[in-house]
């Protein structure tokens, strides 16, 4: 970050200080402040950042921003820390005048913002949300990355609850925001979909009034929307009246192409990512891009550029058998988006290894059947299941015919059983949420097929 007086950070969360000085950066570990940091109390659940403002100090961070008067002259004292820390980030933000693209959905959010930077890249020096920093402590630390040489930023917005993307738009104050889908992540928190919509809509809350709102026009609920004093533009495949369609869409081994017609023009697109889902993500960062000037030749460019993040989709091939790396989270869209995937690589046969699916509520049984509905009918001809919620995705299967299917309760087993069956040319799907960790079987099943 480039420096801060101790005055201006004092000035932005409303605290009163003598200390003198620059800040150079922010923490919130003690065991990762920098001279000339400051250092932000946090209290957990099981530690109090208050407890560690010594340590901090003693490393050389230039000041504490705390809600305990610690009896130090370089203290910043607030009513709540975590607020504070938005509001710093805030004012930090507000120092640059560039492009920010804000981006949430219940289902692929991270692999719009991950398109969304590849394309303002080909263009602009651009920040990006890296890893899962898209809360109230991440989303700051993110801001803090800001540069003098900064040209443009995507950053990621989650959520569990009412009122948490309302915080987070005001702290990042989007130019633009994108909207993916709306799903039934989180639901149990946020009572419906339309619960889940109106969470997803206090991304304008921190807009300007003429900031850019782009929705998916496919999505049931999104082509709905219409937002008083902002501009907005929709994308999708099957919609007509879609300021940005697909059309000519072929999947490819490798991914996907189509064409983009985005009003005044028509653009061929190589995606190295497979999936109509993948598609809609592509098709928004595009817009994103194109309504920062960023050309529709390199919106095409950044896009062939795309990597996935973390264990989103990847493919890896080991031992001729092609593997779908997903198990960074899950929900019931993005299952069924995972298992169309599946049906869409050209392979001997199509095996898919589902644990379960959190935070669904009174839904996850449903939701849990329907997995296995949807594995039958989308040509799965191997389902290997774990976890006590995934045991309905096996019954549901069983009871749809799906050729082989068996439960497992233990990983290891699961494991074995996998290596057992893998064959030259197979393609294998393994799609959970983050905490049930299935990467775990994977790393054993590659550590197998190594040796």
């Known amino acids: ?32 402040v920098t001279p000339g940091c400051l250092f932000v109390c946090i209290r957990g659940e099981r530690f109090d950042g208050h407890d560690f403002a010594a340590d901090a100090l003693q490393k050389g961070a230039a000041a504490v921003l705390c809600q305990r008067d610690l009896g130090i002259p370089a203290q910043l004292l607030v009513p709540d820390t975590r607020l504070a820390l938005l509001d710093l980030a805030r004012y930090y933000r507000g120092l640059f005048d560039i492009p920010v693209a804000a981006v949430t959905g219940s289902v692929g959010k991270t692999t719009v913002k991950e398109m969304t930077a590849a394309v303002f890249a080909r263009k602009y020096n651009t920040l990006k949300t890296e890893g899962n920093l898209n809360n109230e402590i991440g989303l700051p630390k993110t801001l803090f990355r800001l540069q003098e040489d900064t040209r443009a ?12 993307i309302s915080r987070l738009s005001r702290t990042a104050q989007p130019t633009m925001g994108i909207i993916g889908n709306i799903g039934v992540s989180h639901i149990e928190n946020l009572g419906s979909r339309e619960g889940i919509l109106r969470a997803k809509l206090e991304i304008l809350d921190g ?28 994308y999708g495949i099957d919609n007509p009246y879609c300021r940005f369609k697909a ?27 497979m999936g109509r889902h993948n598609i809609y993500n592509a098709l928004a960062a595009f817009a994103a891009g194109f309504l920062i000037s960023v050309s529709p030749e390199d919106a095409a460019l950044g896009l062939a550029d795309y990597t996935p993040a ?43 290894v589902l644990s379960d699916m959190l935070e669904l509520g009174e839904l996850s049984p449903q939701a849990h059947r329907q997995s296995g509905a949807w594995a039958s009918s989308l040509g799965v001809d191997v389902l290997l299941t774990y976890g006590d919620a995934s045991l309905q995705t096996h019954r549901e299967a069983v009871r749809c015919a799906v050729p082989m299917a068996e439960h497992f309760e233990d990983k290891q087993a699961l494991s074995q059983k996998l290596l057992s069956l893998l064959r030259d040319g197979d393609a294998v799907l393994v799609k959970a949420s983050r905490g049930m960790k299935l990467e775990e079987v994977l790393q054993t099943v590659y550590k197998e097929l190594e040796k």
């Open 247 to 273: 059309y000519d869409i072929e999947q490819t081994d490798t991914g996907s192409r189509f064409t983009v017609d985005y009003g005044c023009g028509e653009q061929r697109v190589e995606l190295p990512a």
């Open 1 to 32: 970050m480039k420096a801060l007086t101790i005055q201006q950070a004092a000035h932005a969360v409303g605290a009163c200080t003598a200390a003198q000085g620059s800040i150079t950066d922010v923490c919130i570990d003690n065991r990762a």
């Open 207 to 234: 807009m300007a009034p003429d900031a850019p709102l782009i929705l998916n026009g496919d999505d049931a609920l999104l082509r709905e929307v219409t937002a008083a004093d902002h501009p907005v533009y929709t």
């Open 153 to 164: 930023a995507v950053i990621e917005m989650g959520m569990n609850h009412f009122g948490e």
């Open 310 to 352: 973390g264990m989103r989709q990847r493919m890896r091939t080991m031992a001729g058998v092609r593997f779908i790396e997903d198990c960074y989270n899950a929900s019931p869209d993005s299952v069924r988006a995972a298992l169309q995937t599946l049906h869409d690589i050209r392979a001997t046969r199509r095996i898919a």
